[in-house]
């Protein structure tokens, strides 16, 4: 008889061993891979921000050449004569129109 109870305890453990075993894989795999989908998001978030650097650190170049030429008197009056039509003493200005490359 013994041998029966024992038989039976041990489909008892395993009824219970078995989904509890099965829950916490379930979760494991569950937790693993969110773990990896928010990797996988953070990864292609850092491309994106890279991206956005470079392109930020090429706007800052540009920018300091403006900055520059900005800082020459010289240009400041031609930018200021070719965009606004500004003339100097004695000067006419003729707006031509411009031609179409076609």
Do not use: H
């Not at 009056?77 to 004695?90: N, P």
């Amino acid at each position: 008889m013994t041998a029966k109870k024992n038989k039976a305890k041990m489909k008892c453990r395993l009824c219970l061993f078995i989904p509890v075993c099965c829950v916490v894989l379930i979760t494991v795999f569950v937790s693993v891979g969110s773990y990896w989908l928010q990797i996988v998001e953070k990864y292609q978030e850092k491309q994106q921000l890279e991206e956005e650097i470079l392109s930020l650190k090429e706007k800052e170049e540009q920018l300091k050449v403006d900055v520059e030429r900005l800082e020459d008197p010289d240009y400041i009056a031609r930018y200021a004569r070719e965009k606004y039509m500004y003339s100097k003493e004695g000067e006419i200005i003729l707006r031509l129109p411009e031609e179409d490359d076609e």
